[in-house]
């Protein structure tokens, strides 16, 4: 049925998120994933679909994504974790395993560094699920 309403309304970011939380009571996070990926582009200020978008990154393994997407969803709603202590405590977990480093959100034309330049500087640019970040290890 959410399937039906990514058909009816494929420009809302609440029909691609509800089609997420039906593929995942079904287990296939992967296709969960993509369809937060969607809902992301469309709700680029819905923090809930952030955190949604972390937690099944994380449970796919994909842990720096799954930061990423926590880090949007604070930026977006800064109580975000407000309610959700078992959340805060996996992201408190992931981030702590994670190698010291800044990720930053930036315009597309950050990629446009010469590479050079970026490797010079200790710096490593990678997509993210919706938006180009860069990292620097401390």
């Avoid at 952030?50 to 709603?77: E, I, K, N, P, Y």
């Amino acid at each position: 049925e959410f399937r039906a309403a990514q058909r009816v309304a494929p420009e809302r970011g609440s029909a691609h998120h509800g089609a997420a939380v039906a593929l995942i009571a079904l287990d296939r996070r992967e296709e969960a994933l993509r369809s937060l990926d969607e809902a992301t582009r469309l709700s680029p200020d819905d923090a809930e679909i952030w955190g949604a978008t972390a937690s099944t990154a994380a449970d796919l393994g994909r842990m720096a994504d799954a930061l990423s997407a926590w880090d949007r969803a604070m930026r977006v709603d800064p109580g975000y974790f407000d309610g959700r202590a078992s959340e805060r405590k996996r992201w408190e977990a992931i981030a702590a395993k994670a190698p010291t480093r800044v990720i930053v959100s930036a315009p597309a034309p950050v990629h446009r560094l010469p590479p050079r330049l970026l490797r010079r500087l200790g710096v490593g640019v990678g997509f993210g699920l919706t938006h180009l970040f860069f990292s620097c290890c401390l």
